[in-house]
């Protein structure tokens, strides 16, 4: 298990490090983990705290979100491409980027189709917050959630749209995976490992959390991921689910961790 540092030891230290949103198993996050993890890379972790201002971190790197990796000296990278990159810059195997350029051109497409602006995560988080904003104005639960639903785009029409947008991602996955079985193969493009099986892994938890014991998460946050919808339900191949299983299990890091003296 990773090392977790303050945002003052962080910055002072040398190498590697990634910021991440503490007691929160974000895809995002979680997918990043999972790239420099499975690199094998001494990576430190530095908590980053959802919905507060965390101004220590904003004075060092110029950003408020997570996740971030940050080398040495250098800008901090946000982007899932940029997370991607840096990992294959430092630890060219296990290569989490195809070679063959058709199969780099799948990959990199649904990956943003996954993580990218729009796409499966944005819309699962659009689904997420529509329970806050049904709620009365003057609700707390939804005064806490109205400052990121601005930052998202939330409305009600993106928010009815989300489940089919969802379902729609769910569908190009599944052809996929069809496609790589019918081939014999344990990935979803290629014959190995790549980027895209980390962040499936990590972004499927937005459809069925791992378990409490793999993933000691808070309770609301389990009710709201397991959120379903008749759509998404239908569109959802079961064999993604259990290649997300294969994944954790063959490679990544269990149980997550979730930082310091985090209690579910």
Not at 222 to 250: C, K
Request: include cysteine.
């Amino acid at each position: 298990m990773a090392d977790w540092m303050t945002v003052e030891e962080g910055r002072e230290a040398e190498g590697l490090r990634l910021v991440l949103t503490s007691g929160v198993p974000g895809p995002w996050g979680e997918a990043a983990k999972a790239v420099f993890h499975v690199k094998g890379l001494d990576c430190p972790r530095i908590p980053q705290f959802g919905g507060q201002a965390n101004p220590e971190l904003v004075d060092w790197t110029g950003e408020n979100n997570a996740p971030q990796a940050i080398l040495g000296d250098e800008r901090a990278r946000t982007h899932w491409s940029e997370i991607i990159a840096l990992g294959e810059q430092l630890a060219a195997d296990p290569p989490l980027i195809p070679e063959h350029p058709d199969d780099r051109v799948l990959m990199f497409g649904l990956l943003n189709e996954l993580a990218g602006e729009g796409g499966f995560g944005w819309q699962r988080r659009l689904m997420l917050f529509a329970p806050f904003m049904a709620l009365p104005p003057d609700h707390p639960g939804r005064r806490s959630m109205a400052s990121m639903c601005e930052r998202y785009g939330f409305s009600e029409e993106s928010a009815e749209a989300a489940p089919s947008r969802v379902a729609e991602i769910l569908t190009l996955l599944g052809d996929q995976w069809q496609r790589q079985s019918a081939r014999g193969r344990k990935f979803l493009v290629g014959e190995r490992l790549s980027a895209l099986d980390l962040y499936w892994s990590a972004f499927a938890a937005l459809i069925d959390p791992l378990p409490h014991a793999l993933c000691p998460m808070p309770e609301m946050m389990r009710a709201g991921y397991s959120q379903e919808h008749p759509r998404m339900q239908e569109a959802l191949n079961p064999e993604l689910m259990e290649h997300r299983q294969r994944i954790y299990e063959d490679w990544l890091e269990l149980p997550i961790d979730l930082g310091p003296g985090f209690q579910a």
